[in-house]
């Protein structure tokens, strides 16, 4: 069965870091993109950051460039999103996601993204 797990999520105050992880298993990723993406209430899921499959080629989505940064750990089989400087407008939940296809890049549409986690809720306070 495959799975994507996310954690690290939490309330924290703006100006603050909080790194999400996101352990997966049932099948091997380390030929597919894996990205970010977060949905605040009433809001459409976005995309957040993406790396491919060999971690070379990253995309991040502009309110977070600077801030945030995606790496991954083929060998653990993890991604995490370390994620500086929060901001209340960063308060959503953020999904991990696979991509569909493989040794495909700088993918920011959900529908290109085939396998998802179940989210975890970040919170950021003003």
């Known amino acids: 069965q495959v799975q994507l797990v996310e954690s690290g999520g939490g309330l924290v105050q703006a100006g603050e870091s909080l790194r999400l992880s996101c352990d997966t298993s049932g099948r091997t990723f380390d030929n597919r993109a894996m990205a970010w993406f977060r949905q605040a209430p009433g809001k459409e899921r976005e995309f957040v950051a993406t790396?491919?499959?060999?971690?070379?080629?990253?995309m991040y989505a502009d309110s977070v460039k600077g801030r945030f940064t995606i790496s991954r750990d083929n060998a653990k089989d993890t991604v995490a999103l370390q994620m500086n400087s929060l901001k209340p407008e960063d308060t959503a939940v953020y999904y991990c996601?696979?991509?569909?296809?493989?040794?495909?890049?700088?993918?920011?549409?959900?529908?290109?993204?085939?396998?998802w986690g179940q989210g975890t809720q970040v919170t950021v306070s003003s």
């Open positions: 996601a696979a991509d569909a296809g493989t040794y495909q890049y700088r993918r920011t549409k959900w529908r290109e993204y085939a396998y």
């Open positions: 790396i491919s499959w060999s971690g070379a080629i990253i």
